[in-house]
């Protein structure tokens, strides 16, 4: 549900934003929008919650780019081309990083395209498995445990008894009742 992931986030901090924040009213409207058009859940893997995550944690995340509205460049090809240099000389630096920036825009003033991209598989609505393939799963791992772990249990009391077992025939061959077990290294 939306406001248990904005609850959550809100916890989450980083390098560049605080843990236990109180989310922004702006924020928290666009992740409940999310849900609405999906049904009230928020698929994660999602374009618009990326892009919420951009503007949750804007340093982090990258900004997810609507697909086919850009292409990628290397530097080299940049400069051939823009017909620039790569490089930028001192002064263009200074004037660069001494520019008057804004510290902090208003949040409902920073660009969001609510237009949403989901994996191929995921189109049409549908977020995720079935809740009935989800518990027939989750059965078939936990029958598959208790094998497993009924099996290990066989095999520890069968070698219990082989070594019970052994130490009282040795035992007997040495006409004594003392259990006598080989000693084991670890």
């Given at each position: 549900a939306p406001q248990d992931l904005a609850a959550l986030m809100a916890t989450?901090?980083?390098?560049?934003?605080?843990?236990d924040r109180e989310l922004s009213s702006v924020l928290v409207q666009r992740l409940h929008a999310i849900a609405e058009v999906?049904?009230?859940?928020?698929?994660?893997?999602?374009?618009?919650?990326?892009?919420?995550?951009?503007?949750?944690?804007?340093?982090?995340?990258a900004y997810p780019?609507?697909?086919?509205?850009?292409?990628?460049?290397?530097p080299a090809e940049w400069a051939s081309v823009h017909h620039a240099a790569i490089k930028a000389g001192g002064s263009e630096m200074r004037g660069f990083a001494?520019?008057?920036?804004?510290?902090?825009?208003p949040l409902h003033?920073?660009?969001?395209?609510n237009t949403?991209?989901?994996?191929?598989?995921?189109?049409?609505?549908a977020i995720g498995p079935p809740v009935a393939w989800v518990a027939i799963?989750?059965?078939v791992s936990l029958v598959a445990?208790?094998?497993?772990?009924?099996?290990?249990a066989r095999t520890l009391c069968r070698a219990g008894l082989h070594l019970r077992n052994r130490g009282f025939q040795q035992g007997k061959k040495a006409g004594s009742a003392k259990l006598d077990l080989p000693a084991l290294s670890i």
């Amino acid at each position: 549900a939306p406001q248990d992931l904005a609850a959550l986030m809100a916890t989450l901090g980083s390098s560049t934003v605080p843990a236990d924040r109180e989310l922004s009213s702006v924020l928290v409207q666009r992740l409940h929008a999310i849900a609405e058009v999906h049904d009230g859940l928020v698929p994660i893997y999602g374009r618009l919650f990326a892009q919420w995550m951009h503007h949750a944690y804007p340093r982090e995340c990258a900004y997810p780019h609507l697909a086919g509205t850009t292409s990628p460049m290397n530097p080299a090809e940049w400069a051939s081309v823009h017909h620039a240099a790569i490089k930028a000389g001192g002064s263009e630096m200074r004037g660069f990083a001494f520019r008057k920036q804004r510290k902090n825009a208003p949040l409902h003033t920073v660009p969001w395209i609510n237009t949403e991209e989901l994996p191929a598989g995921m189109q049409g609505g549908a977020i995720g498995p079935p809740v009935a393939w989800v518990a027939i799963q989750f059965a078939v791992s936990l029958v598959a445990m208790l094998l497993i772990v009924l099996s290990l249990a066989r095999t520890l009391c069968r070698a219990g008894l082989h070594l019970r077992n052994r130490g009282f025939q040795q035992g007997k061959k040495a006409g004594s009742a003392k259990l006598d077990l080989p000693a084991l290294s670890i």
